[in-house]
């Protein structure tokens, strides 16, 4: 098992930039697929990035594509999302999820761990 606890959000005006990070506990860290979800108000939990556990390989939604960058150190356990050029539709409360082992997966219920959450708030 694998606990996530996330941070680096808060408040930055439209254009900005903004790295959160997530940190594991837990056994065999580098098995684990890791992603980023996000939940806007009154919206479902949505896909934003992942990153693959065998070979690092980095996958994102077209609406983050080219402006987010997730990426991990085994070594210490831990994810990032590097967001540039933010916009306001990107707020949201951030998620950092885990799932064990696997290929790509964009859908919520394919991740068994996740981290309580941290805002991000885009101002126009």
């Known amino acids: 098992q694998v606990a996530l606890v996330e941070s680096g959000g808060g408040l930055v005006q439209a254009g900005g930039s903004l790295r959160l990070s997530c940190a594991a506990s837990?056994?065999?860290?580098?098995?684990?697929?890791m992603a980023w979800f996000r939940q806007a108000p009154g919206k479902e939990r949505e896909f934003a990035a992942g990153?693959?556990?065998?070979?690092?390989?980095?996958y994102y939604t077209n609406a983050v594509q080219g402006r987010f960058t997730i990426s991990r150190d085994n070594a210490k356990s831990m994810v990032y999302l590097q967001m540039n050029s933010l916009k306001p539709e990107d707020t949201a409360v951030y998620y950092c999820?885990?799932?064990?082992?696997?290929?790509?997966?964009?859908?919520?219920?394919?991740?068994?761990?996740w981290g309580q959450g941290t805002q991000v708030t885009v101002s126009s």
């Open positions: 999820a885990a799932r064990s082992g696997g290929s790509e997966a964009r859908l919520s219920d394919q991740y068994a761990y």
């Open positions: 990153i693959s556990w065998l070979n690092g390989r980095t």
């Open positions: 837990g056994r065999s860290f580098s098995n684990y697929a």
